[in-house]
């Protein structure tokens, strides 16, 4: 119906919000910790930056490419099932027909109606329908790998710059303790952000990024003082 506006999902960016998310706690965490452990192994400050740097290059590209990889492998695996669709279409419609009919049986209509739809979308666009209807692909959440791979590998950059910055401007006798801090608040500021854009509570939201990262990087200093005591 004209007048009629299209409402706004949270879904139709769930592809790069769970890239930049997962980019940027990647980030933080990755090189806090290793910064923490490289630190607490007795490094001087230009070590300790120097492998933040590398790991910051290093996680970039691992994140870019793992990132275009596995979403890769979701988008032909989606393409193989919709090729396959395509091809039982013009080979059996009849059959396509009846099993669209079917679904929407399922979802609560009565047959006659639910035969009605069907028919009805088929002629629209049949291929259009059996894909967002059967398979479950639509376009606001199909696979983009192009656009995976460069919001991860950007928000990873952001992430790990963060706790790199904190290294270069305070002094090393607190280097430890500092970037410790701020990285939590960094993960702090990530849950309630990353919450606040996907619907979620804050709280949860907080918690479950900011936990986790305190682990890995208490985990990675223990690492470093223990190999520092060692040698």
């Not at 930049?20 to 990647?26: E, K, P, S, T, Y």
């Not at 079917?102 to 009565?110: H, K, P």
């Not at 666009?125 to 983009?144: C, F, K, M, Q």
Request: glycine share 10%.
């Amino acid at each position: 119906m004209a007048g009629i506006q299209s409402e706004y999902h949270r879904t139709q960016h769930i592809g790069w919000l769970r890239a930049a998310v997962l980019g940027a706690n990647d980030g933080i965490v990755s090189t806090a910790s290793l910064i923490l452990g490289v630190a607490a192994a007795s490094a001087t400050q230009s070590a300790v930056l120097v492998a933040g740097v590398a790991g910051l290059v290093a996680g970039a590209m691992s994140m870019a490419a793992g990132e275009y990889v596995s979403v890769s492998s979701q988008s032909d695996t989606e393409q193989a099932d919709i090729a396959r669709e395509r091809h039982e279409l013009a080979t059996d419609g009849a059959r396509e027909l009846a099993e669209l009919a079917a679904i929407y049986v399922r979802r609560g209509l009565d047959t006659e109606l639910a035969h009605q739809v069907a028919t009805q979308l088929t002629a629209k666009n049949a291929l259009e329908a059996h894909t967002r209807d059967e398979l479950g692909i639509s376009d606001a959440v199909s696979a983009n790998p192009l656009q995976a791979a460069l919001v991860s590998a950007l928000s990873f950059i952001v992430g790990a710059g963060l706790p790199l910055l904190t290294v270069w401007l305070v002094p090393y006798a607190s280097l430890t303790p500092v970037v410790a801090g701020t990285s939590l608040l960094f993960l702090v500021m990530l849950g309630g952000l990353a919450a606040h854009m996907g619907g979620a509570g804050i709280v949860k939201g907080i918690f479950r990024v900011t936990f986790l990262g305190a682990l890995a990087m208490a985990c990675t200093a223990g690492v470093g003082w223990l190999f520092g005591v060692a040698l």
